[in-house]
Nanobody, 119 residues
Framework: QVYLEESGGGSVQAGGSLELTCTVS????????FSWYRQAPGKEREFLAS????????YATDSIKGRFTISGNNAKRTVHLRMTALKPEDTGVYYC????????????WGQGTQVTVSS
C-alpha cells in the first residue's frame, strides 16, 4: 500500500523555485511528524525539514530555513516543501517521511521525486 506520494519535482534553472507536495494516506494520518529528506547523487540521504500535524516546524540548518519552507494542510492531508533560490547542489531525489511515536507507531517513506537544478 502506498502511504505517501510525492509530486512536484522537475528540472529548474539555478535561482528558480519549486514546490513539492506529499500526499498522505488517510489510513496513517494523525499525530504524525512529516519530514522531507534529500539524497544527492553519491551521497547519503539527509534531513531537510519537518512539520508536525500541530504545526511545529524544524529545519536542518539556517541555510535550509532561509530558502525552504515546510508546511502542512491537515484538511487535505498534504505536506509541502517550498524551495526557492535553488542551487545545482540541491539536485537529488526528495523523499517524504511520516513517523508516529504513539501507538500505532509507524515510520513510512515515499518513493521520492527527482529535482534537478541546472546552472
Amino acid at each position: 500500500q502506498v502511504y505517501l506520494e510525492e509530486s512536484g519535482g522537475g528540472s529548474v534553472q539555478a535561482g528558480g523555485s519549486l514546490e513539492l507536495t506529499c500526499t498522505v494516506s488517510a489510513s496513517i494520518f494523525g499525530a504524525n511528524i512529516f519530514s522531507w529528506y534529500r539524497q544527492a547523487p553519491g551521497k547519503e540521504r539527509e534531513f531537510l525539514a519537518s512539520v508536525t500535524t500541530g504545526g511545529i516546524t524544524d529545519y536542518a540548518t539556517d541555510s535550509i530555513k532561509g530558502r525552504f519552507t515546510i508546511s502542512g494542510n491537515n484538511a487535505k492531508r498534504t505536506v509541502h516543501l517550498r524551495m526557492t533560490a535553488l542551487k545545482p547542489e540541491d539536485t537529488g531525489v526528495y523523499y517524504c517521511r511520516s513517523r508516529r511515536r504513539v501507538t500505532p507507531r509507524h515510520d513510512y517513506w515515499g518513493q521520492g521525486t527527482q529535482v534537478t537544478v541546472s546552472s
